[in-house]
Protein backbone atom coordinates (compact mmCIF):
# COMPACT_ATOMS: atom_id res chain seq x y z
CA UNK A 1 0.00 0.00 0.00
CA UNK A 2 1.68 3.37 -1.20
CA UNK A 3 1.02 6.10 1.74
CA UNK A 4 1.78 9.83 0.89
CA UNK A 5 2.98 12.41 3.22
CA UNK A 6 2.20 15.99 3.31
CA UNK A 7 3.26 18.25 6.09
CA UNK A 8 2.19 21.75 6.75
CA UNK A 9 3.62 24.00 8.75
CA UNK A 10 6.68 24.03 11.33
CA UNK A 11 9.49 21.94 11.44
CA UNK A 12 8.18 20.86 14.40
CA UNK A 13 5.29 19.83 12.70
CA UNK A 14 7.56 18.38 10.25
CA UNK A 15 9.19 15.70 12.55
CA UNK A 16 6.20 14.37 13.92
CA UNK A 17 5.41 13.93 10.26
CA UNK A 18 8.95 11.68 9.78
CA UNK A 19 7.83 10.11 12.52
CA UNK A 20 4.57 9.24 11.01
CA UNK A 21 6.30 8.18 7.53
CA UNK A 22 8.70 5.88 9.59
CA UNK A 23 5.58 3.77 11.62
CA UNK A 24 4.46 3.34 8.26
CA UNK A 25 7.49 2.23 6.84
CA UNK A 26 8.05 -0.20 9.24
CA UNK A 27 4.43 -1.58 8.86
CA UNK A 28 5.26 -2.36 5.62
CA UNK A 29 3.69 0.35 3.66
CA UNK A 30 5.36 2.00 0.67
CA UNK A 31 5.96 5.60 1.35
CA UNK A 32 5.38 7.90 -1.41
CA UNK A 33 5.92 11.71 -1.99
CA UNK A 34 2.94 12.51 -4.33
CA UNK A 35 -1.06 12.11 -3.23
CA UNK A 36 -1.40 11.40 -6.81
CA UNK A 37 -1.38 7.59 -7.05
CA UNK A 38 -1.32 6.98 -3.31
CA UNK A 39 -4.03 4.50 -1.62
CA UNK A 40 -3.75 6.66 1.23
CA UNK A 41 -2.95 10.40 1.41
CA UNK A 42 -1.99 12.18 5.44
CA UNK A 43 -2.12 15.73 5.57
CA UNK A 44 -0.65 16.69 8.55
CA UNK A 45 -1.66 20.39 9.43
CA UNK A 46 -0.80 23.42 10.99
CA UNK A 47 -3.80 26.06 12.87
CA UNK A 48 -1.36 28.63 14.48
CA UNK A 49 -2.58 31.29 12.98
CA UNK A 50 -5.52 32.34 9.93
CA UNK A 51 -2.87 32.04 7.28
CA UNK A 52 -1.50 28.52 8.46
CA UNK A 53 -5.36 27.21 8.63
CA UNK A 54 -6.01 28.88 5.26
CA UNK A 55 -3.23 26.88 3.48
CA UNK A 56 -4.51 23.67 5.75
CA UNK A 57 -7.87 24.08 4.48
CA UNK A 58 -6.69 24.76 0.84
CA UNK A 59 -4.15 21.69 0.60
CA UNK A 60 -6.98 19.45 1.63
CA UNK A 61 -9.28 20.66 -0.78
CA UNK A 62 -6.64 20.58 -3.35
CA UNK A 63 -5.61 17.10 -3.14
CA UNK A 64 -9.62 15.53 -2.76
CA UNK A 65 -10.07 15.54 -6.35
CA UNK A 66 -8.05 13.10 -6.63
CA UNK A 67 -10.49 10.88 -4.74
CA UNK A 68 -13.30 11.77 -7.24
CA UNK A 69 -10.79 11.13 -10.25
CA UNK A 70 -9.75 7.31 -8.72
CA UNK A 71 -6.06 8.39 -8.40
CA UNK A 72 -6.03 8.75 -4.56
CA UNK A 73 -7.95 6.16 -1.91
CA UNK A 74 -8.46 8.04 1.05
CA UNK A 75 -7.49 10.79 2.53
CA UNK A 76 -6.86 11.71 6.56
CA UNK A 77 -5.88 14.96 8.30
CA UNK A 78 -3.53 15.14 11.20
CA UNK A 79 -2.23 18.20 13.59
CA UNK A 80 -3.34 21.32 15.22
CA UNK A 81 -6.06 21.63 12.27
CA UNK A 82 -7.45 18.09 13.41
CA UNK A 83 -6.70 19.23 17.52
CA UNK A 84 -8.50 22.53 17.06
CA UNK A 85 -11.40 22.01 14.49
CA UNK A 86 -12.66 18.14 15.02
CA UNK A 87 -16.45 18.88 14.76
CA UNK A 88 -15.66 21.27 12.11
CA UNK A 89 -13.67 19.19 9.65
CA UNK A 90 -15.70 16.22 9.84
CA UNK A 91 -19.47 18.46 9.19
CA UNK A 92 -17.66 21.02 6.65
CA UNK A 93 -15.26 18.41 4.73
CA UNK A 94 -17.05 15.59 3.43
CA UNK A 95 -14.03 14.85 1.51
CA UNK A 96 -11.98 13.49 4.36
CA UNK A 97 -11.70 10.39 5.67
CA UNK A 98 -10.46 10.58 8.94
CA UNK A 99 -8.34 12.59 11.24
CA UNK A 100 -5.69 12.51 14.32
CA UNK A 101 -5.05 14.92 16.80
CA UNK A 102 -1.75 15.88 18.25
CA UNK A 103 -1.96 13.29 20.69
CA UNK A 104 -2.56 10.72 18.56
CA UNK A 105 0.63 10.92 15.66
CA UNK A 106 1.41 7.18 16.94
CA UNK A 107 -2.01 5.95 16.19
CA UNK A 108 -1.27 6.85 12.18
CA UNK A 109 -1.02 2.97 11.02
CA UNK A 110 -4.01 1.71 12.78
CA UNK A 111 -5.66 4.76 11.43
CA UNK A 112 -4.61 3.72 7.94
CA UNK A 113 -6.05 0.41 8.36
CA UNK A 114 -9.63 1.72 9.71
CA UNK A 115 -9.68 4.39 6.56
CA UNK A 116 -8.94 1.51 4.25
CA UNK A 117 -11.32 -0.75 5.48
CA UNK A 118 -14.56 1.98 5.22
CA UNK A 119 -14.37 3.22 8.76
CA UNK A 120 -13.87 6.88 9.85
CA UNK A 121 -10.73 6.64 11.79
CA UNK A 122 -11.35 9.51 14.81
CA UNK A 123 -7.86 9.10 17.09
CA UNK A 124 -7.49 12.11 19.85
CA UNK A 125 -5.16 10.89 22.54
CA UNK A 126 -4.09 12.81 25.58
CA UNK A 127 -1.80 15.62 24.24
CA UNK A 128 0.42 16.20 27.83
CA UNK A 129 1.45 12.29 27.21
CA UNK A 130 2.49 12.17 23.46
CA UNK A 131 5.72 9.32 22.67
CA UNK A 132 8.47 11.65 21.43
CA UNK A 133 11.00 9.19 21.02
CA UNK A 134 11.41 6.49 18.29
CA UNK A 135 12.58 5.89 14.58
CA UNK A 136 11.84 9.03 11.71
CA UNK A 137 12.06 9.05 8.37
CA UNK A 138 14.32 12.63 7.98
CA UNK A 139 12.87 14.22 4.77
CA UNK A 140 15.50 17.07 4.98
CA UNK A 141 18.33 17.32 2.44
CA UNK A 142 20.71 14.32 4.41
CA UNK A 143 23.34 17.32 5.17
CA UNK A 144 20.49 18.73 7.72
CA UNK A 145 18.30 17.24 9.97
CA UNK A 146 15.79 18.87 12.92
CA UNK A 147 16.31 17.41 16.90
CA UNK A 148 12.92 18.04 18.51
CA UNK A 149 14.09 18.00 22.50
CA UNK A 150 10.75 19.41 23.95
CA UNK A 151 7.38 19.19 23.06
CA UNK A 152 4.02 21.45 24.03
CA UNK A 153 4.85 24.66 25.50
CA UNK A 154 3.86 26.29 29.18
CA UNK A 155 4.36 29.95 28.54
CA UNK A 156 0.83 30.52 28.06
CA UNK A 157 1.38 33.62 25.65
CA UNK A 158 -2.04 35.69 25.98
CA UNK A 159 -2.14 35.48 22.10
CA UNK A 160 -1.24 31.86 21.05
CA UNK A 161 -3.16 28.46 21.07
CA UNK A 162 -0.24 26.24 21.05
CA UNK A 163 -0.19 24.58 24.46
CA UNK A 164 -3.96 24.20 23.98
CA UNK A 165 -3.00 21.94 20.55
CA UNK A 166 0.32 20.67 21.81
CA UNK A 167 -0.19 20.33 25.76
CA UNK A 168 2.14 21.21 28.42
CA UNK A 169 5.55 21.15 28.19
CA UNK A 170 7.38 18.00 28.07
CA UNK A 171 11.50 17.31 27.72
CA UNK A 172 13.05 13.97 25.93
CA UNK A 173 15.39 12.42 28.09
CA UNK A 174 18.95 13.70 27.43
CA UNK A 175 19.67 9.81 26.80
CA UNK A 176 16.93 9.72 23.91
CA UNK A 177 17.94 12.86 22.31
CA UNK A 178 21.75 11.69 22.11
CA UNK A 179 20.96 8.56 20.82
CA UNK A 180 19.06 9.82 17.99
CA UNK A 181 21.87 13.00 17.49
CA UNK A 182 24.34 9.87 16.76
CA UNK A 183 22.10 8.39 14.38
CA UNK A 184 21.80 11.71 12.72
CA UNK A 185 25.23 12.12 12.49
CA UNK A 186 26.53 9.02 11.12
CA UNK A 187 23.81 9.61 8.36
CA UNK A 188 26.36 12.32 7.52
CA UNK A 189 24.04 15.41 8.54
CA UNK A 190 25.74 18.67 9.13
CA UNK A 191 24.04 20.90 10.34
CA UNK A 192 21.89 19.88 13.23
CA UNK A 193 18.66 22.30 14.28
CA UNK A 194 17.58 22.15 17.84
CA UNK A 195 14.12 23.07 18.30
CA UNK A 196 11.69 23.12 20.54
CA UNK A 197 8.98 26.04 20.80
CA UNK A 198 11.13 26.81 23.86
CA UNK A 199 14.78 25.32 23.68
CA UNK A 200 15.53 27.14 27.00
CA UNK A 201 13.04 25.43 29.29
CA UNK A 202 15.08 21.93 28.24
CA UNK A 203 15.13 19.79 31.57
CA UNK A 204 13.42 21.81 33.74
CA UNK A 205 9.99 19.94 34.31
CA UNK A 206 12.13 16.35 33.83
CA UNK A 207 15.05 17.00 35.95
CA UNK A 208 14.09 20.05 38.00
CA UNK A 209 16.69 22.30 36.13
CA UNK A 210 17.88 23.72 32.91
CA UNK A 211 20.22 21.38 31.31
CA UNK A 212 20.02 22.90 27.35
CA UNK A 213 23.80 24.16 28.27
CA UNK A 214 25.06 20.32 29.49
CA UNK A 215 22.92 18.87 26.04
CA UNK A 216 24.35 21.13 23.91
CA UNK A 217 28.46 20.69 25.64
CA UNK A 218 27.07 16.62 24.74
CA UNK A 219 25.90 17.56 21.43
CA UNK A 220 28.96 19.09 20.54
CA UNK A 221 30.90 15.93 20.78
CA UNK A 222 29.64 14.93 17.27
CA UNK A 223 30.61 14.87 14.12
CA UNK A 224 28.51 18.03 13.62
CA UNK A 225 29.52 21.02 11.19
CA UNK A 226 26.98 23.50 12.54
CA UNK A 227 24.77 23.16 15.45
CA UNK A 228 21.71 25.86 15.13
CA UNK A 229 19.15 27.11 17.97
CA UNK A 230 15.37 27.97 17.89
CA UNK A 231 13.83 29.10 20.04
CA UNK A 232 15.23 30.88 22.95
CA UNK A 233 13.30 33.07 25.22
CA UNK A 234 15.13 36.08 26.72
CA UNK A 235 14.12 35.06 30.90
CA UNK A 236 15.44 31.80 30.12
CA UNK A 237 19.02 32.64 29.19
CA UNK A 238 21.23 32.18 31.64
CA UNK A 239 25.38 33.01 32.22
CA UNK A 240 25.89 29.22 31.86
CA UNK A 241 24.49 29.06 28.55
CA UNK A 242 25.57 32.17 27.05
CA UNK A 243 29.38 30.45 27.98
CA UNK A 244 28.37 27.49 26.34
CA UNK A 245 27.27 29.25 23.28
CA UNK A 246 30.29 31.35 22.85
CA UNK A 247 32.92 28.32 23.90
CA UNK A 248 31.54 26.08 21.02
CA UNK A 249 32.64 26.58 17.78
CA UNK A 250 30.07 24.52 16.49
CA UNK A 251 27.13 26.21 17.90
CA UNK A 252 26.52 28.52 14.75
CA UNK A 253 26.58 32.47 16.38
CA UNK A 254 22.94 32.80 15.39
CA UNK A 255 20.43 33.11 17.95
CA UNK A 256 16.53 33.13 17.42
CA UNK A 257 15.12 34.76 20.13
CA UNK A 258 11.05 36.10 19.72
CA UNK A 259 10.78 38.85 21.85
CA UNK A 260 7.35 40.02 20.61
CA UNK A 261 7.67 43.87 21.32
CA UNK A 262 9.70 46.03 23.19
CA UNK A 263 6.67 48.37 25.36
CA UNK A 264 6.47 47.12 28.82
CA UNK A 265 2.24 47.61 28.17
CA UNK A 266 2.22 45.40 25.69
CA UNK A 267 4.50 43.30 26.91
CA UNK A 268 2.77 42.62 30.30
CA UNK A 269 -1.30 42.47 28.21
CA UNK A 270 0.31 39.63 25.80
CA UNK A 271 1.20 37.75 29.46
CA UNK A 272 5.08 37.76 28.43
CA UNK A 273 7.57 37.22 31.01
CA UNK A 274 10.22 39.68 31.55
CA UNK A 275 9.98 43.63 30.44
CA UNK A 276 12.11 45.47 27.91
CA UNK A 277 14.70 45.82 31.08
CA UNK A 278 15.09 42.36 30.24
CA UNK A 279 15.28 42.02 27.00
CA UNK A 280 18.00 44.84 26.56
CA UNK A 281 20.26 43.18 29.42
CA UNK A 282 20.40 39.75 27.76
CA UNK A 283 20.84 41.35 24.23
CA UNK A 284 23.65 43.65 25.98
CA UNK A 285 25.17 40.31 27.52
CA UNK A 286 24.88 38.15 24.36
CA UNK A 287 26.91 40.39 21.99
CA UNK A 288 29.21 41.33 24.72
CA UNK A 289 30.26 37.54 24.84
CA UNK A 290 29.46 36.19 21.39
CA UNK A 291 31.40 37.88 18.71
CA UNK A 292 30.20 38.10 15.56
CA UNK A 293 26.54 37.43 16.84
CA UNK A 294 23.43 37.72 14.16
CA UNK A 295 20.33 37.86 16.14
CA UNK A 296 16.61 37.11 14.74
CA UNK A 297 13.62 38.01 16.41
CA UNK A 298 9.75 38.29 16.26
CA UNK A 299 7.40 41.01 16.86
CA UNK A 300 3.85 40.79 16.39
CA UNK A 301 2.21 44.51 15.81
CA UNK A 302 -1.04 45.46 16.22
CA UNK A 303 -1.79 43.14 19.48
CA UNK A 304 -4.94 44.65 21.35
CA UNK A 305 -4.35 47.89 23.64
CA UNK A 306 -1.36 49.11 21.08
CA UNK A 307 -2.01 52.81 20.51
CA UNK A 308 0.23 55.19 18.10
CA UNK A 309 2.11 55.50 21.71
CA UNK A 310 3.05 52.07 21.83
CA UNK A 311 3.78 51.58 18.28
CA UNK A 312 6.04 54.64 18.33
CA UNK A 313 7.91 52.95 21.15
CA UNK A 314 8.50 49.61 19.14
CA UNK A 315 10.19 51.34 16.44
CA UNK A 316 12.14 53.64 18.04
CA UNK A 317 13.47 50.90 20.20
CA UNK A 318 13.84 47.98 17.60
CA UNK A 319 16.69 49.50 16.03
CA UNK A 320 18.63 49.90 18.85
CA UNK A 321 19.04 46.59 19.13
CA UNK A 322 20.02 45.45 15.59
CA UNK A 323 18.12 42.11 15.06
CA UNK A 324 19.98 41.60 11.72
CA UNK A 325 16.55 39.33 11.24
CA UNK A 326 12.97 39.65 11.85
CA UNK A 327 9.96 38.22 11.16
CA UNK A 328 7.25 40.60 11.68
CA UNK A 329 3.34 39.84 11.58
CA UNK A 330 0.29 41.67 12.47
CA UNK A 331 -1.61 40.17 15.28
CA UNK A 332 -3.90 37.43 14.44
CA UNK A 333 -6.49 37.28 16.80
CA UNK A 334 -7.25 33.46 17.91
CA UNK A 335 -10.64 32.29 19.12
CA UNK A 336 -10.08 30.66 22.48
CA UNK A 337 -7.19 32.46 23.54
CA UNK A 338 -6.95 35.47 26.19
CA UNK A 339 -6.34 38.02 23.99
CA UNK A 340 -9.09 37.61 21.79
CA UNK A 341 -11.46 38.51 24.42
CA UNK A 342 -9.40 41.71 25.25
CA UNK A 343 -10.90 45.29 24.47
CA UNK A 344 -9.15 47.92 22.46
CA UNK A 345 -9.01 45.86 19.15
CA UNK A 346 -7.01 47.49 16.53
CA UNK A 347 -8.47 47.43 13.25
CA UNK A 348 -7.15 44.43 11.23
CA UNK A 349 -6.10 47.24 8.09
CA UNK A 350 -4.72 49.41 10.89
CA UNK A 351 -1.90 46.25 12.23
CA UNK A 352 -1.18 45.61 8.81
CA UNK A 353 -0.29 49.08 7.99
CA UNK A 354 2.05 49.10 11.31
CA UNK A 355 3.71 46.02 9.75
CA UNK A 356 4.91 47.43 6.80
CA UNK A 357 6.21 49.97 8.37
CA UNK A 358 8.39 48.28 10.81
CA UNK A 359 9.24 45.90 7.84
CA UNK A 360 10.41 48.63 6.28
CA UNK A 361 12.43 50.21 9.26
CA UNK A 362 13.63 46.70 10.01
CA UNK A 363 14.80 46.14 6.42
CA UNK A 364 17.46 48.66 6.74
CA UNK A 365 19.09 47.58 9.65
CA UNK A 366 19.24 43.90 7.69
CA UNK A 367 20.73 46.09 4.41
CA UNK A 368 23.39 47.58 6.51
CA UNK A 369 24.32 43.72 8.05
CA UNK A 370 24.22 42.83 4.11
CA UNK A 371 26.73 45.52 3.24
CA UNK A 372 28.85 45.29 5.86
CA UNK A 373 29.84 41.51 4.60
CA UNK A 374 30.69 42.90 1.08
CA UNK A 375 34.31 41.81 0.76
CA UNK A 376 34.72 39.45 3.21
CA UNK A 377 34.79 35.68 2.88
CA UNK A 378 32.26 33.70 4.88
CA UNK A 379 31.29 30.20 5.45
CA UNK A 380 28.68 28.71 2.97
CA UNK A 381 26.89 25.09 3.25
CA UNK A 382 26.05 25.08 -0.77
CA UNK A 383 22.67 23.66 -1.02
CA UNK A 384 23.05 23.01 -4.97
CA UNK A 385 22.92 25.02 -7.93
CA UNK A 386 20.46 27.16 -9.18
CA UNK A 387 19.28 26.66 -13.01
CA UNK A 388 17.30 29.92 -13.11
CA UNK A 389 19.93 31.96 -11.40
CA UNK A 390 23.03 30.33 -13.01
CA UNK A 391 24.82 29.98 -10.13
CA UNK A 392 25.30 27.94 -6.54
CA UNK A 393 23.03 28.76 -3.48
CA UNK A 394 23.72 28.29 -0.06
CA UNK A 395 23.40 29.91 2.90
CA UNK A 396 25.83 31.20 5.29
CA UNK A 397 25.78 30.87 9.27
CA UNK A 398 23.65 33.38 9.43
CA UNK A 399 20.77 32.06 6.98
CA UNK A 400 18.17 29.29 8.76
CA UNK A 401 16.74 27.22 6.18
CA UNK A 402 13.50 28.22 4.44
CA UNK A 403 13.13 31.28 6.68
CA UNK A 404 16.12 33.54 6.20
CA UNK A 405 18.00 34.74 2.78
CA UNK A 406 20.27 32.86 0.89
CA UNK A 407 24.00 33.42 -0.88
CA UNK A 408 24.25 33.01 -4.39
CA UNK A 409 27.79 32.35 -6.00
CA UNK A 410 30.12 31.18 -8.83
CA UNK A 411 32.42 28.69 -8.85
CA UNK A 412 34.69 27.32 -11.94
CA UNK A 413 33.90 23.32 -10.99
CA UNK A 414 31.15 21.07 -9.48
CA UNK A 415 29.79 21.33 -5.49
CA UNK A 416 27.98 19.02 -3.62
CA UNK A 417 25.28 20.12 -1.85
CA UNK A 418 25.96 19.78 1.72
CA UNK A 419 29.92 20.97 0.95
CA UNK A 420 31.04 23.78 2.87
CA UNK A 421 32.91 26.36 1.10
CA UNK A 422 34.92 30.02 1.08
CA UNK A 423 32.84 32.47 -0.58
CA UNK A 424 34.30 36.21 -1.12
CA UNK A 425 31.02 38.32 -0.80
CA UNK A 426 30.78 40.59 -3.98
CA UNK A 427 27.39 42.05 -3.96
CA UNK A 428 23.56 42.44 -2.44
CA UNK A 429 20.48 41.23 -4.54
CA UNK A 430 17.12 41.43 -3.43
CA UNK A 431 18.14 40.99 0.27
CA UNK A 432 20.73 38.33 -0.55
CA UNK A 433 24.55 38.51 -0.67
CA UNK A 434 26.48 37.25 -4.21
CA UNK A 435 30.06 36.27 -4.48
CA UNK A 436 32.46 33.96 -5.86
CA UNK A 437 33.61 30.92 -4.18
CA UNK A 438 37.64 31.51 -2.83
CA UNK A 439 40.01 29.04 -4.31
CA UNK A 440 42.31 27.59 -1.79
Request: aromatic residues 8%; glycine residues 8%.
Amino acid sequence: MKVAFVSLGCAKNLVNTEQMMALCRDAGYEVVGEPDGADVAVVNTCAFIDSAKSEAIDTILSIAPLKQEGRLGKLLVTGCLSQRYQDEILEELPEVDGILGTGSYTDIVPAIQSAVEGDAPTYFGDIDHTIEDGARMVSTPGYMAYLKIAEGCDNRCAYCVIPSLRGRYRSRTMESLLEEARGLADAGVKELLVIAQDITRYGIDLYGRRRLAELLTELCRLPFHWIRLHYLYPDEIDGELIDVIAREPKIVKYLDIPIQHLSDKILKSMHRRGDSALIHDVIDRLKATVPDLVLRTSIIVGFPGEGEEEFEELCRLLPQYDFQRAGIFPFSCEEGTPAAAMPDQVPEDVARHRAELLVDLQSRVMDRWNESRLGTVMEVLCEGFDPEKGCWVGRTYADSPDIDGHVYFTAAGQIPAGTFVDVRMTGVSDGDLTGEIEEA
